[in-house]
T-cell receptor
Framework: KAGVTQTPRYLIKTRGQQVTLSCSPISGHRSVSWYQQTPGQGLQFLFE???????NKGNFPGRFSGRQFSNSRSEMNVSTLELGDSALYLC?????????????FGPGTRLTVT | AQSVTQLGSHVSVSEGALVLLRCNYS??????LFWYVQYPNQGLQLLLK??????LVKGINGFEAEFKKSETSFHLTKPSAHMSDAAEYFCAVRPSGSARQLTFGSGTQLTVLP
């Protein structure tokens, strides 16, 4: 099976712009989670989607939003970009079944805000 | 709220020496525990996980970890370090239940010296 794919891998944006990142989970996986990784704050949970519904949300401002499509692909959007939004954004997918099902991470999208 | 503390942001070992990376967690109920590894410019790869049952967990690449409830610890070990083990290692905790949200430690950068 192909792994989790994220596009684009690298992105440079200017303050004030908005950005959309895409994540395609492993085939058959219906749960998608997003994480932000920065040198200062480490790895922080953004949100989780399951069957097109946001199931859980981390402590991030409303500028960060996401959605999931019927094919389980997910997008996250960041509006009004700030310099502090520069980070590696990681997507992880998980199978539907099994409470203890593990998460499989993609390679991430490196966002640089200038 | 759950939290994870990784003692030592940088650990150096000689090739062939024991690797010991420390992780302590804080949780009101026994959580699920994970160790992930991250190589430069890559996503996270699961090394091992503890859910229930045997407290000594074996993972990939010769790593293992022991869940000690009395010490709220989940330290990662490997008997003999290899140059290819040089990477950043993250301990993570997840509540039992359906939510997939992971809370990560701040990470430990492992350097393997020749």
């Amino acid at each position: 099976k192909a792994g989790v794919t994220q596009t684009p891998r690298y992105l440079i944006k200017t303050r004030g712009q908005q950005v959309t990142l895409s994540c395609s989970p492993i085939s058959g996986h219906r749960s998608v989670s997003w994480y932000q990784q920065t040198p200062g704050q480490g790895l922080q949970f953004l949100f989780e989607y399951f069957s097109e519904t946001q199931r859980n949300k981390g402590n991030f401002p409303g500028r960060f939003s996401g959605r999931q499509f019927s094919n389980s692909r997910s997008e996250m959007n960041v509006s009004t970009l700030e310099l502090g939004d520069s980070a590696l954004y990681l997507c992880a997918s998980s199978p539907q079944a099994g409470e203890i099902a593990e998460q499989y991470f993609g390679p991430g999208t490196r966002l640089t805000v200038t | 709220a759950q939290s994870v503390t990784q003692l030592g942001s940088h650990v150096s070992v000689s090739e062939g020496a024991l690797v010991l990376l420390r992780c302590n967690y804080s949780s009101s109920v026994p959580p699920y525990l994970f160790w992930y590894v991250q190589y430069p410019n890559q996503g996270l790869q699961l090394l091992l996980k503890y859910t229930t049952g045997a407290t000594l967990v074996k993972g990939i690449n010769g790593f293992e970890a022991e869940f000690k409830k009395s010490e709220t610890s989940f330290h990662l070990t490997k008997p003999s370090a290899h140059m290819s083990d040089a990477a950043e290692y993250f301990c993570a905790v997840r509540p039992s239940g359906s939510a997939r949200q992971l809370t990560f430690g701040s990470g430990t950068q492992l350097t393997v010296l020749p």
